[in-house]
């Protein structure tokens, strides 16, 4: 099974940030990786998918690179609405892996 | 508008069983595999199984977590899903999400809509 990472787990940001999160799966999956913004209490939303695709209606602050076994979420520049649990998930092949999570909170 | 409502979540003694349905709405269900995600207080997301299409002949894939005591399954007349949750455990005790996956051109499928989640609290 695919293993993924994600560093670091927990983040202090305060707005107008850049903020980078990085994704690790233990063996190479192409692009096949999509990355979630969870908010307390509400269902995952996504924001990036083929590693680097964004997905309609996700702002442009957001955007996603990488390939292989390394892959960054990039928020340019943190929004008040941004504050969120982030999560990666390898779309190559079962069980379809997350990351464990990365909380971005208030500095 | 893609909607997604799950339902059927409660308090089960572990050992029992619970079926979860997901009533999907806005989109060709029938064309669409669809998934199951669960998420237990305060923890991450975990994948917990899939069933395919009716042209990939509604086959099923699960998380070893779950495999041999939950089935996936769907009714595409009622454009419903189900998750039969069966010799529950008290680590079962999650949030249980449906989500749909979307096939795109590029290749590989992702989950581009999720329901809102039900509550299986698995407990004596």
């Known amino acids: 099974d695919i293993q993924l990472t994600q560093s670091p787990s927990f983040l202090s940001a305060s707005v107008g940030d850049r903020v980078t999160i990085t994704c690790r799966a233990s063996q190479g999956i192409d692009s096949y990786l999509a990355w979630f913004q969870q908010k307390p209490g509400k269902a995952p939303k996504l924001l990036i998918y083929?590693?680097?695709t964004l997905q309609s209606g996700v702002p442009s602050r957001f955007s996603g690179s990488g390939s292989g076994t390394e892959f960054t979420l990039t928020i340019s520049s943190l929004q008040p609405e941004d504050f969120a649990t982030y999560y990666c998930q390898h779309l190559n092949g079962y069980p379809r892996t997350f990351g464990p999570g990365t909380k971005v909170d208030v500095k | 508008e893609v909607q997604l409502v799950e339902s059927g979540g409660g308090l089960v003694q572990p050992g029992g069983s619970l079926r979860l349905s997901c009533a999907a709405s806005g989109f060709t269900f029938s064309d669409h595999y669809m998934d199951w995600v669960r998420q237990a207080p305060g923890k991450g997301l975990e994948w917990v199984g899939r069933i395919r299409n009716k042209a990939n002949r509604y086959t099923t894939e699960y998380a070893a977590s779950v495999k041999g005591r939950f089935i996936i399954s769907r009714d595409d007349s009622k454009n419903l899903l189900y998750l039969q949750m069966n010799t529950l455990k008290i680590e079962d005790t999650a949030v249980y999400y449906c989500?749909?996956?979307?096939?795109?051109?590029?290749?590989?499928?992702?989950?581009?809509?999720w329901g809102q989640g039900t509550l299986v609290t698995v407990s004596s």
């Open positions: 083929a590693a680097s």
């Open positions: 989500a749909r996956a979307y096939s795109s051109a590029w290749g590989k499928d992702y989950f581009d809509y």
